[in-house]
């Protein structure tokens, strides 16, 4: 029940934030009303044909303004914000983009794991793609007019591809008559996001995605947490082993790399896991019958 709830919010989240439906009939244009002026706090492309708000990476590589690099505290102030209140949850639940890497995973093939050492590598790539893509290079790098390029949506994210590059060339002759070798490339690494999906859970929010990097800065210090009870435990295992992010629970609950789908919560035959809110203790009844504190 809590997987297909979690996947009936995540898609209805991905409807009611493009829900823009005449932006998808032919000959019209995008969504551009006042809705546009504030970012969703989950993956979404902005030139998606039916988005109602703005992309948050897009908006987060708007930071800086004009020449003067100025900082957009709203922007950036908005998506802390989201972070302090849950870490990762937006990416467990809200992302529409996780789940269509999901539903790719679902594919009945034999399915890859990536060596620990690479893994453990290969996670902080999602940070670097944050520092030097979504704030670095927009802040150094200027265009003739004197403002940043969105260097992460224009050379890399497979989201804006999917949600908006190609129903926009499907809808629009015209555009298909110049695609170039940018579209091309983005293209490119849109099947590349695509096929890793099936033979890996979730890869690009595990390895490149600079929103969910940014979240899980606050992962640790967020109100929403997953608390773990070692009274209660039995140390079975079930938990780290139906975490298809590779997180063991008992060790780190609140790992930067969690997304809070919370599928470890219903693997525990013990209830020794559970969401709340900041780190008020809570009485509970172990596995042994005793009641104890939950911290």
Request: glycine share 12%.
């Amino acid at each position: 029940m809590g997987k297909k709830l979690r996947k009936a919010v995540q898609a209805a989240w991905g409807i009611l934030c493009n829900g823009y439906v005449k932006g998808f009939l032919p000959g019209e244009t995008i969504y551009q009303g006042p809705l546009k002026h504030f970012c969703v706090p989950g993956m979404n492309c902005y030139s998606c044909p039916g988005a109602l708000g703005a992309c948050p990476i897009g908006a987060m590589q708007a930071v800086f303004s004009g020449r003067r690099r100025k900082i957009a505290f709203s922007v950036v102030g908005f998506l802390a914000a989201v972070g302090l209140l849950a870490g990762r949850f937006v990416c467990g639940w809200l992302c529409l983009f996780g789940l269509v890497q999901e539903l790719l995973y679902k594919i009945p093939v034999p399915k890859l794991r990536v060596p620990k050492t690479a893994d453990r590598i290969l996670r902080f790539l999602k940070y670097g793609m944050l520092m030097l893509f979504v704030f670095a290079l927009p802040f150094f790098f200027r265009t003739e007019y004197g403002l940043g390029e969105p260097f992460f949506c224009k050379y890399i994210c497979p989201v804006g591809t999917l949600e908006g590059g190609v129903p926009l060339v499907l809808l629009n002759a015209g555009m298909r008559q110049v695609l170039g070798g940018l579209f091309r490339w983005k293209f490119l690494l849109l099947i590349l996001c695509v096929l890793a999906s099936v033979f890996i859970h979730r890869p690009f929010c595990k390895y490149v995605c600079p929103l969910g990097a940014f979240y899980g800065l606050f992962q640790k210090v967020s109100l929403l947490r997953l608390h773990y009870d070692e009274h209660a435990c039995i140390h079975c295992g079930k938990c780290a082993a139906g975490c298809k992010m590779q997180v063991d629970p008992c060790s780190s609950p609140n790992s930067a790399e969690c997304i809070r789908c919370g599928e470890c919560v219903q693997a525990c035959p013990a209830k020794a896991l559970m969401f709340g809110m900041g780190n008020s203790k809570k009485k509970g009844k172990t596995a042994h019958g005793v009641y104890k504190e939950k911290l």
